[in-house]
């Protein structure tokens, strides 16, 4: 066969089977179709359908398909994260600074701090810590990641439960947006390569003045014009943040990050959003798939990832409560946050990718870390449901 027709092989199982799982099985309820996909990455990677099939895994999944799919992986994640920087909404944080800031920072910092205790437990044990990866890179890094929120798949969970418009749901989608930052702002510090220290901080003065311009620039455009500049924008910094050592996932996230939602649109955003989710997002989930090792052992991998559960969930959980507490939440109101801050799947796996890409973690930790984020994932819409119900008036007041 061809590279062409051995290449739209793999497409077709990428595409096909996670959604045929989702649909026939109608597991929306504990996992939604991206969960599923995600699942299928795992399951299609060298640790399962390779072990099982090694030839027919090697045919499909030949170096030069796994670069062409690498490409199509690239460019979605970019896009991706380009589109979650525009959906933050800083003046709303900023109006609400008191309640969001208290909420946000113990809803990232207590599981932050759960996460890494956690790490420093486990790299106890060898097979964790990548070549690259100096010990605090690797307990910040697992810390940070059992904190994150994605928040794209928050506003997906939320549409499905009804609650995106409501005030409580415009709430929850202020404290992911500063968690959001921050997350950024600390894969930024573990990133720091001090050989390029003067790339970087060209980048930073660069970007400040190119995001100053473009901004003017943008004001100006049509709408049709300024979906082009974006993703030439968006490119471009890209571009720019991985010649600077930082990653082309930090330079995407800021090129959207200094762009406002409105010059876009809701509607046009969650349209584009969700054609990316359906379109390109698959070849990521599949990408990420392929890079899950049980090399340190099956059991090993699942009991770190058991202890990063606890941990994330514990933490989040601990932290939003306390948050409740302090500014007198009613009863219940702080789970429901916290269960539906549990939504981790796609940005935490970026994270993580990035982690895995300047090899600070092994494809061991990385594997953990993904099961993880799946596990905390399909909690979130089981948990947050029956809470949800009774709420009831709660939905609809603000904070």
Partial sequence: MTHTEVFLIALLII???????????????????????IIGGILLGPGVLGAVFPDYYAFVFRPEVIASLNGIAWWAVM????????????????KHRRETG???????????????????????TPGWIGAAGAHWQV???????????????LVLFMEKLAILRE????????????????IWGVLALILVDWERIGRQAMFLLGFAVAAWLIRRLMARLDAPDRWAVGLVWLIACGFA????????????????AVLDAKWFGHEP????????????MPVFFLSTGLRTQWDVGGAAVFAVAGVLLVASVAGKLAGVGLAGRILGWQRGEARLIGWLLQTKALIMIIFVNILLDKAIITNEAFTALLLMAVASTMLSIPMATPLLKRLGAAVGREA
Wanted: with cysteine; charged share 10%; proline share 4%.
């Fill in 79 to 94: 896009m991706f994260v380009w589109v979650a920087g525009i959906e933050l909404d800083i003046g709303q944080a900023w």
């Fill in 167 to 182: 005030p409580i749901g415009q709430r929850i989608l202020r404290y992911a947006s500063l968690d959001d930052i921050a």
């Fill in 139 to 153: 307990v910040a890094g697992i810390g940070m990641a059992c904190a994150v929120t994605a928040l794209p798949i």
């Fill in 15 to 37: 595409f096909a089977v996670p959604w045929f799982v989702w649909r026939v099985f109608r597991t929306d309820y504990w996992a939604p179709l991206v969960v599923v996909q």
């Fill in 241 to 256: 943040g991985d010649w600077s050592g930082l990653h082309f996932m930090v330079g995407a996230f800021l090129s959207g």
């Fill in 269 to 280: 955003m969650d349209r584009f959003r969700n054609i990316v989710l359906m379109t390109v």
């Fill in 102 to 124: 208290i909420t946000a920072g113990l809803a990232l910092g207590t599981p932050l701090l759960f996460g890494a205790v956690a790490a420093l437990f486990i790299l106890r």
